[in-house]
């Protein structure tokens, strides 16, 4: 019976106008923002493979200068997007693509995309994440708003049920039939993809296949939860009109005031400073110390070690380069400062996904989208992953030009090297993160999604089990 | 008669739970909208403040300190030494150019949360000063903020459509609509009638809401140009409303039902109001790609190391072109300071194409924008919001080319003395380039807003003439 129901769903609405039209459009844009989410990622990925290899090849013709000198010169390091980025590009637009390692100072990344950009951006960009999470929502209400409310109008509601047929395999029945008509649309696009990502060789140590498969269920769960939403409040509904109008209200609520009212509350809630104050709270403290422990403190703590290490007591009678060492110490200096004040800004940034996620418990979409971003690698949190990896790759890199420098004795300040050593000095690779890793941030989401699913699913049912007739 | 439908337009809406909904929900949005941005607008001041404070602070040490070493005492730092004019224009006396807040400022956020409001002007290249920008969430960023001008922008029409929908479809489904005409009124006044009772009671309902906002947010009225801007801030308000309202009227006239009015739309909003603009935004970014700043990043490197392999070469050639700076006497070819501020002009001479790609590569896209921006009355209302507001791009834009024109500024006050070796004095400081920024012509903004008005109108006189038309054929039976 549930089939049968399922099944004149199914045909009642590829018959009707409204949802060839609106699913034609809903396709088409899908398609469209597939297409040029492809476009765009992989002229990114190829302008980026290319900066990463001529970025080398300046490093290492830089010519002859102090080991010191090529740290200050220093390296740039380019944030890869990820393989699944042309799905759902997230935060990329708005994080910096480049940061520019160098002795010292971890510096902020530089050029938003979004800058380069033009104003309408802030509308929100037509990405095939976006046409699955605002756009599909709508689609459904539109499709199921009259599925019982419709029927009880027309007055074949009271057939239907005269003829024994069991109120609950009506409500499956229902949803199969909006299930069915929306696979019919997202089949040959989650195929397109999925050959788009097959031809990309995404099956990387990333886990490509592993995140698109997430990215599925995740999506699975949110439009299923509208689909419940949708027949409960049309089994509720006094009319179809109300029915729809209440749809569209909860559709307002959850797809366009939810996210923009999270921004204000979580800036309000973890609040985190511009970027004058963040350089001079970080300034201010190198200067006093942690603890009341200065420049000159450390050096001389870490000085009276060496020497006593060496048993000499004086600098000049050491077998090893004293400046060499000594530019390593001020950048261990440095380094405690870098990490406790960008620890401090990025977990305030975390904190405030971390309430999103939350806040996903009333409006789904903030739940799928932290989901569909962190699966994309392209959240908050894949940005400080590779923002701190290269954080550490410049304390190797900087590390290895002093160490080389204090390993020559005798040579002082006016020590030089050329090719030879910069050729030496270790490449980064960054070390993209496995799903579960993208996923193990995610709980508080997939755990509203779930909720959501199961209280609509539950919902639905219920309310479908006390269906009037009039 | 007209004034009689109205008033029972009133009794209806009155009477209706709907209006009572939409008042409150209306004014829990406003008044959220209006405390979060009076929060982001006094968190901007106060940064601001701070500013000034910070470089002024700045300023009077280095001024005591220079005090000092003309008593005979010695700089404090081993480093920094606040006679050498090279050191004073990067950091002693480094100044801010900060973009003042407009009045209405609070009343929507605009691009003013990635834009930067401040710059640190030193004597580094234009593309370093500029490089850096606001430290915010990118998913802050992402996802935007909950102000004023998305009241009106996005959620405002909602209301309106809310309320209006089923205007004459609503009647024709009670049975009223055939009796109302049975009086001697025609379908086409009964309609304007309906319409301007519906308006009056949405727009005012806007508008107290709107004056409300603008007080919780503490905005201060008494400012130059703060009321003319409020008014025009209404105005565009009414006309984005009228728009609206033609819509779902001319949607009426098609004779359709309730809910076959309510999917067009909503339909029509989710058009105009989301995929219109984005799919633009697009348009304009595959139409004129943006470079990838990879890109520009290598071209300074590779500039960068063929200016240091000319190193003293391009001392003397700078001298050549520019005499009126050489110092007098031998020039020093090691001096690190002439050399590295010859060696940065020479690179942002080389990769000037490229700076020009990228600029002439965003204009392009911004002149889409323009171009196709009619397509949607939510692009121009929005523009138009954060025109007045001081937020919107333009203003930006000029700020930015204000703070450029301070930079080049500072950087020929300092080149000079750093190339001759001048020794800062105290009584120097005193005589530094002050930024102040000069406003776009107030005449250009209202140009720009009275522009978008006129054709917000237009399109709505266009609909209603539509609708009215359409209306003559309208099946008073289903």
Redesign the interface.
Known sequence: MVVRIARKELLEMTRDG?FRV?GGVVAL?LL??LG?GW??HS??TA??E??IA??RE?WE???EKSPHSAAHYGV?A?KPTGRLAFFDP??E???G??VWLEAHKQN?F?????????????????TAA?VLQ??LP?LII?LAF?AFAGERESGTLRQVLSLGVRRSDLAVGKALGVVGALALLLVPAVMLGAAALTAARADSPSGGLVRTLFLAGAYLLYLGAFVGVTLAVSVRARS??FA??AL??FW?FVC??A??????L???LYP???????A?ALAEEKETGIGGVDYDDFLEARKQELLAEYGVDDVEALPINYAGWRFQVSEEYGNQFFDRHYAR?WD??EA??GF?QKIGFAAPLLAVRSLS?SLAGS??AH?RRFAEQAEQYRRRLVAFLNDDMRDHAGAGFSYRRDQGLWSKAPAFAYDAPDPVWAVSGQSTALAALVLWLVLSAVLARSAAARLEVS | MLLRVMRNEWRGLAADRTLWAVTILLAVVMLFAASNGARWSALQQERHGRLVADQSERLEETRDQLLEIARGGSPRSRFLDPRNPAQVGQSFAAGYALLPPAPLAPLSVGQSDILPAHYKITLESREALFAGDELDNPTNLLAGRFDVAFVIVFLYPLVILALSYNLLSGEKEGGTLALALAQPISLTRLATAKILGCGVVVLSLTAALTLAATVAASVDLGAPGAFSSLAAYFGITAVYGLFWFSLALLVNAFGRGSATNAVILAGAWLTLALIVPSATSLFAATLYPVPSRVEMIQSVRVAGQEASELGSQLLSAYFEDHPEMAPEGEIDPRDYYSLKFVMEDEISRQIAPLTERFEAQIRGQQSVVEKFRFLSPAILAQQALNDLSGTGYSRFDHFRSEAGRFADEWKSHFLPQIFRKTVVTAEALGELPRFSYRPERPSAIAERVGGTALLIALSAVLLLGTALWALRRYPLTA
């Open positions: 409204r609106a844009l469209i923002a040029l476009h765009r002229n990114v302008a980026h290319i900066a001529q970025e300046i013709s830089q010519g740039y380019f997230g935060t637009a708005y994080t693509v480049t902020q530089l050029y938003r995309p979004a800058l380069d950009g033009n104003t309408l951006q802030r509308f929100g960009e037509l976006a605002l756009l709508l539109l009259s179809a009109r729809l109008v569209l209200g307002v366009l005031a996210p923009r009212a999270a921004t204000d979580a800036k309000a985190t400073p511009s970027v004058q104050e963040f001079a800004l305030q940034f405030q996904d999103r971003m959240d908050f940005f």
